[in-house]
C-alpha cells in the first residue's frame, strides 16, 4: 500500500534552515497527484505548507512563501521540504502527504521539529 | 484567505450518541470541504472530501452535508474508536485553511 514517510532532523537552531525530506513508497511519486507539507504546533491545529507536482511546480502559503522552497527527487521517489530564518514558532510536527484531487488522503506519521538553541 | 470556523470546540458525549459538528467558511466555497479525524500522536486521516463524498473504508456511520458557507459532520452512532479530534478543511482557494478542530471527548 501506499507510505509516506517524514525524516530529517529533530532539532534546529533558530535562523538556521529545516530541511525535511518524505520518501513515497508503493506509489510513484510521478503519478497524477501533488505532494504536500502540512504543520501542527504542539497542542494547535493544522497549517497548510504547499504542495508539490513531480514536474517541480509548486504552490506555497503566502504566509511562508518567502522561506519555503519544496523539491522533489523522481528517482528515488521522494520530495522535500526547506524552510529557511526558523524561530520558535516554527515548532512543530511536520506531515507530508499525498493530494488526491482536492484533497490530502495519505499521509506519513509526521516528524516533530524543535527550534531551539 | 478564507476562514475557517467550528463548533463547538470540544464536546462531550457517550457511546451510542449522535454527534454533529458544524464548520462555518468566511466565504463560499461551493462543496470545496473536507473532514479529517485526528487521535493523539497521530496523522489526521481524511473522512470525507467534496462536503459529502465518504473515502474509501470510511465507516457509513460517518456523513457530511452542506455548501456555500455552511457545513457538518455527523457521526451517527458513536464508537469508542470514535473519540477524537476532527478538522474541516477547504480546497477552494489558496491557501487551504483547516478549522480550529472539535475534540470529542467521554
Known amino acids: 500500500q501506499v507510505q509516506l514517510q517524514e525524516s530529517g532532523p529533530g532539532l534546529v537552531k533558530p535562523s538556521d534552515t529545516l530541511s525535511l525530506t518524505c520518501a513515497v513508497s508503493g506509489y510513484s511519486i510521478s503519478s497524477s497527484n501533488w505532494w504536500g507539507w502540512i504543520r501542527q504546533p504542539p497542542g494547535k491545529g493544522l497549517e497548510w505548507i504547499g504542495y508539490?507536482?513531480?514536474?517541480?511546480?509548486?504552490y506555497y502559503n503566502p504566509s511562508l512563501k518567502s522561506r519555503v522552497i519544496m523539491s522533489v527527487d523522481t528517482s528515488k521517489n521522494q520530495f522535500s521540504l526547506k524552510l529557511s530564518s526558523v524561530t520558535a514558532v516554527d515548532t512543530a510536527v511536520y506531515f507530508c502527504?499525498?493530494?488526491?484531487?482536492?484533497?490530502?488522503?495519505?499521509w506519513g506519521q509526521g516528524t516533530m521539529v524543535t527550534v531551539s538553541s | 484567505d478564507i476562514q475557517m470556523t467550528q463548533s463547538p470546540s470540544s464536546l462531550s458525549a457517550s457511546v451510542g450518541d449522535r454527534v454533529t459538528i458544524t464548520c462555518r467558511a468566511s466565504q463560499t466555497i461551493s462543496v470545496f470541504l473536507n473532514w479529517y479525524q485526528q487521535k493523539p500522536g497521530k496523522a489526521p486521516k481524511l473522512l470525507i472530501h467534496s462536503a459529502s463524498s465518504l473515502d474509501s473504508g470510511v465507516p457509513s456511520r460517518f456523513s457530511g452535508t452542506g455548501s456555500g458557507t455552511d457545513f457538518s459532520l455527523t457521526i451517527s452512532s458513536l464508537l469508542p474508536e470514535d473519540f477524537a479530534t476532527y478538522y474541516c478543511q477547504q480546497s477552494n482557494s489558496s491557501p487551504w485553511t483547516f478549522g480550529q478542530g472539535t475534540r470529542v471527548e467521554v
Open positions: 508539490i507536482y513531480h514536474s517541480g511546480t509548486t
Open positions: 502527504a499525498r493530494r488526491r484531487d482536492l484533497a490530502f488522503d495519505i
